[in-house]
C-alpha cells in the first residue's frame, strides 16, 4: 500500500491522467480499501470509489471515467484526506493495551481492495483477520 501512493490516476474514456492516489480510505473495520483520495484536480478533496476502479496497476491506476473521482460529505472520507486517520504509520495496539509498533506498510488484493495484512515497523505481519479497528488514535489487533 505506502508504495502505491503516488501512482497516477487515469482516466479511461479520456485517457488523460486526472490526478495520483494522496490517501486510502480504509473502512473502520479495516477490511477494505473503500476510497481512494485523488489529488491534483480540483481545490476540494476528491475519491474514486473502488468500484470504479478499472485496474490498479503497478505504476498505475485506471478509473473507468474522469467523472468518477467526485466530491465527497462523508466524514470518514474528510478526515482521511486531512490526513487524520491513515493506516500506513498509525500505532499499533493490541487489545491489551500493549503496543506492538507501528503500521510499516499493508498488502492488498487489487481488484477487490480486500485488505491481506499489515506490516508493523518491527517487521512483524499481522494477518487482516486479527485487526479489529482502525481511527485517529491507532489501529486495535487481536492480543
Do not use: Q
Request: net charge negative; glycine share 10%; aromatic share 4%.
Amino acid at each position: 500500500m505506502k508504495s502505491a501512493t503516488g501512482h497516477r490516476v487515469v482516466a479511461i474514456d479520456t485517457a488523460e491522467e486526472i490526478g495520483e492516489i494522496r490517501h486510502f480510505v480504509v473502512s473502520a473495520d479495516v477490511t477494505r480499501i473503500e476510497r481512494l483520495h485523488v489529488d491534483g484536480r480540483k481545490k476540494k478533496a476528491v475519491f474514486a470509489e473502488w468500484s470504479d476502479l478499472e485496474s490498479f496497476g503497478d505504476d498505475r491506476v485506471m478509473v473507468v471515467s474522469s467523472g468518477a473521482p467526485t466530491e465527497s460529505s462523508d466524514e470518514r472520507d474528510i478526515e482521511a484526506a486531512r490526513g487524520h486517520i491513515e493506516l500506513i504509520g498509525s500505532r499499533i495496539l493490541d487489545t491489551a493495551g500493549f503496543e506492538r509498533g507501528t503500521v510499516r506498510d499493508a498488502t492488498f488484493e487489487s481488484e477487490t481492495g480486500e485488505i491481506v495484512a499489515l506490516v508493523s515497523s518491527d517487521e512483524e505481519e499481522i494477518p487482516a483477520g486479527s485487526v479489529r479497528s482502525l481511527g485517529s488514535y491507532a489501529v486495535v489487533v487481536d492480543g
